[in-house]
Each structure stands twice: as C-alpha cells, then as structure tokens.
C-alpha cells in the first residue's frame, strides 16, 4: 500500500451536494511546500500505479475507466501525458470524444461509449466523455437537431432524464467490477486567458489553438452552470466526482495521480496464485531449466 498526500474528500463531491465552482478554489493546496515537492509526490505515485496496473493486469478481475473533463485549456492532455506516462500500454486505452459522427448521431448518446468500456485488467481513460451530451450540447441545445430525438416537452426534462441515464449506466458498470472515477480540472477564467495568449504567442504551440476556444470562452457562465448541474446529478459514492484545482499544472496532476493510485491501492488486488498441485512441479521445472546450462 502506498503513502498518499491528498485527502479524496477535500475534492470529491458527495452525492446530492449542491456544487458551487466559484466558491471552490482553482490554485494549488497546502499539500506540498512547493512545486518541487508536487512533482516528487508525482513520480512516487506513478511508481505506485506502475505496481498497481501490473496486478489489475494479472488479475484480471477488475477494471477502471477515468473520466477526465473541464474547460479548454485546463490540462487534460497533460494529465494524460505526465500522470500514465509509467503505465504499460498493453493495459491501458485513451478514447478522446470530439462532435459525433453520423453513425453515433444515429444511436443513443451511451452508445457511443460502450465500445471503449475497459474490459477486465484493463484502464481505459476518456479525454472529455459521453458527459458532453449534458455539458456543451446543453450550452449548445442546436446540437440535438441532429440527433431525432424522440418528443420531449421542455429541455429541462431532457436534462434529468440523461442524468438519471448516466447514473444507471455507471451504476452498471460499477456493479460489474469496473471503478469509475471523474475528474472536473477547475481553472480560473484568467488562468485560461494565459494559457490561450501562450498558444497563440509560442510557434510551437499553435497547432493547439483553435478559434473555436475564444467563442466558447464567452459562454463561461453557462459552462459553469452546466458542470455544475452535471456534477450535482451524477456524483455518487460509487461514481464519484472529484474537483481538482488546476490552475497550477504541478498539483493539478499530483493530485490526480494520488487519487487514482489510492483507489488502486484500496481494491487490495493480488497476482493470481499458482495452485499447490502445480506449485509442487516447480522444482521440477526449475532443474530441468537447470540442466540445460550445463
């Protein structure tokens, strides 16, 4: 079992909490004395989930899907780049979910996640999710045109019944062994105002700039309000949501790394064991090996 630094209930949001973002902090906690500190607990928890994978590999006996979503610019791909880069890659997905295509337009929005669902032993990490159908869809209610829905009256029961749809899809597949855990990266408007001027004014990082960003910027309020509803709806103590502050990249991905490797660390899982008969053969084997050399 690993050491960890960040208490999950500082973050998580407990099941039927009102959610308020602008009363959470997005800057980095008290955790640590200072950035160096942040990265050095990063690199003890890759190492904790190097070990941990290993064992949801060989056991072949649960599975984890993490949700990774938030503004533009909050740190997705870091957290994918910096907090897995350990992970072996024969036990691990990344889907990342853009506008849906004509043949997901034609099937119920959990549909489309379903075909990249971690199957056991493995760890399948969504970059956004099926959660955009109540996230910019709603910001964006033009989007549903597209989509045939069956007859609703009002937008608001739209709403609530993909909610309650989310919940029964994750309590599915928490029931079935597979731990869901979703993360919302919390950064300021100002900290997002930085990061885009650092793309559009460093040549080696405009090909991450996209016009698109600066609309959706202008419709941070409804953003806001939309993560928040989200989150209020859906996070349960089987599936929980966990606020990270991300205005600083450093503890944004610490914590993100502590709490993944915490709950790894908490399944208590174990290499499957060689049964007694077959162990018995082993001295066997290890001569026979043996007499090869010699």
Not at 69 to 75: A, E, K, L, P
Not at 218 to 247: G, H, N
Request: with cysteine; charged share 30%.
């Amino acid at each position: 079992m690993g050491t960890h630094r960040f208490d999950h209930k500082k973050f998580r949001v407990k099941e039927g909490e009102s959610v308020k973002l602008s009363k959470i902090s997005t800057k980095a906690g008290d955790e640590f004395g200072g950035k160096a500190q942040g990265v050095e607990s990063l690199e003890q928890d890759i190492l904790s989930l190097q070990q941990t994978q290993d064992r949801l590999f060989a056991s072949n006996s649960r599975s984890l899907l993490i949700i990774l979503q938030g503004m533009d610019t909050s740190g997705k791909d870091g957290i994918i780049r910096h907090v897995f880069r350990g992970i072996n890659p024969q036990g691990c997905r990344v889907c990342g979910f853009r506008a849906p295509n004509s043949e997901e337009l034609d099937h119920h929005f959990l549909w489309r996640p379903m075909r990249f669902l971690p199957p056991k032993g493995m760890i399948s990490i969504f970059n956004r999710s099926y959660y955009e159908e109540v996230l910019v869809v709603r910001v964006h209610p033009k989007f549903l045109d597209a989509q045939n829905l069956m007859p609703y009256k009002k937008l608001t029961d739209l709403w609530k019944r993909r909610y309650e749809e989310i919940r029964m899809f994750e309590k599915t597949l928490t029931e079935s062994g597979t731990s869901v855990l979703k993360f919302y990266l919390h950064i300021s408007r100002d900290e997002q105002r930085k990061r885009l001027l650092e793309r559009l004014e460093s040549p080696d990082k405009h090909w991450k700039f996209n016009a698109g960003d600066l609309a959706e910027r202008k419709l941070w309020k409804e953003y806001q309000e939309a993560f928040e509803d989200a989150m209020e709806a859906t996070s349960t103590k089987a599936s929980p949501w966990y606020v990270i502050p991300a205005d600083d990249k450093w503890y944004a991905r610490a914590a993100v790394a502590d709490l993944i490797s915490g709950h790894l660390d908490s399944l208590d899982l174990e290499y499957p064991k060689v049964s007694t008969e077959e162990l018995a053969k082993y001295s066997g084997y290890v001569a026979e090996l043996k007499q090869e050399s010699t």
